[in-house]
Nanobody, 123 residues
Framework: QVQLVESGGGLVQAGGSVRISCVASGRTGSSYVMGWFRQAPGKEREFVAGITRSGMSTYYEDSVKGRFTISRDNAKNTVYLQMNSLKPEDTAVYYC????????????????WGQGTQVTVSS
C-alpha cells in the first residue's frame, strides 16, 4: 500500500509560478512511476506529467510542455510539479498518482492516488 499526500496549491495570478509536492508513505522509494493529473470543474481528469522510477525520463501533456517540470527526490519519497507561466486554464485540482509499471497518460495505469490539491489561477 502507498499513501500519497499533495500540498502546495493555492491562488496565483496568471503568469505566476507555484510548486506542488506529493509525499509518499508506505511501500515507497523508487518502486513506482509517478504521475500528475488534473481535473477542472465539469471536465475529466487528465494527464499532466509523468516521471520514471529513476527520474531520468519525464513526459508532459502538450499544453504544459515548456512551462511545467516534474521531478522527484527518492530519498525524500517526494515528487514535485513546478508550474511556471500559469494560465487561467490551468485552474484545477491536481492529483499525484503512483503506478507499478510504466508512465502512461491513462488513469488506469496508476494504482494509488492522493486526495488532490487545488490550484487556482486568476486572470
Amino acid at each position: 500500500q502507498v499513501q500519497l499526500v499533495e500540498s502546495g496549491g493555492g491562488l496565483v495570478q496568471a503568469g505566476g509560478s507555484v510548486r506542488i509536492s506529493c509525499v509518499a508513505s508506505g511501500r515507497t522509494g523508487s518502486s513506482y512511476v509517478m504521475g500528475w493529473f488534473r481535473q477542472a470543474p465539469g471536465k475529466e481528469r487528465e494527464f499532466v506529467a509523468g516521471i520514471t522510477r529513476s527520474g531520468m525520463s519525464t513526459y508532459y501533456e502538450d499544453s504544459v510542455k515548456g512551462r511545467f517540470t516534474i521531478s522527484r527526490d527518492n530519498a525524500k519519497n517526494t515528487v514535485y510539479l513546478q508550474m511556471n507561466s500559469l494560465k487561467p486554464e490551468d485552474t484545477a485540482v491536481y492529483y499525484c498518482a503512483a503506478g507499478r509499471w510504466s508512465v502512461t497518460t491513462n488513469r488506469s495505469g496508476y494504482e494509488y492516488w492522493g486526495q488532490g490539491t487545488q490550484v487556482t489561477v486568476s486572470s
